[in-house]
């Protein structure tokens, strides 16, 4: 059964870091993009950033260009989101998905 577990979110300050992981299990993904997502409060779902299956092509929506970056361990079987210079409106549960599968997220806030 796959299952993809996200971890790392939490309570960070304007400004600050945070690295969101996300373990893949059930199958290997090494071939396959993988993407993060998020979801804040009453909005709808949007995409954040994604990367091929070898690593060699990223992609990142504009709000969050040159602040976010995405890589991965395919030993591990795992993608990151190294997020820096957050700010309140990044505040949201941050999603993983590789092709039809998706974690259950991990809640980010960001104070002012």
């Known amino acids: 059964q796959v299952q993809l577990v996200e971890s790392g979110g939490g309570l960070v300050q304007t400004g600050g870091s945070l690295r969101l992981s996300c373990a893949a299990s059930?199958?290997?993904?090494?071939?396959?993009?993988m993407a993060w997502f998020r979801q804040a409060p009453g909005k709808e779902r949007e995409f954040v950033a994604s990367?091929?299956?070898?690593?060699?092509?990223?992609n990142y929506a504009d709000s969050v260009k040159g602040r976010f970056t995405i890589y991965r361990d395919n030993a591990q079987n795992t993608v990151y989101l190294q997020m820096s210079s957050l700010k309140p409106e990044d505040t949201a549960v941050y999603y993983c998905?590789?092709?039809?599968?998706w974690g259950k997220g991990t809640l980010v806030t960001v104070s002012s």
């Open positions: 998905k590789v092709r039809i599968y």
């Open positions: 059930g199958r290997t993904f090494s071939a396959y993009t």
């Open positions: 990367i091929t299956g070898g690593g060699g092509t990223t």
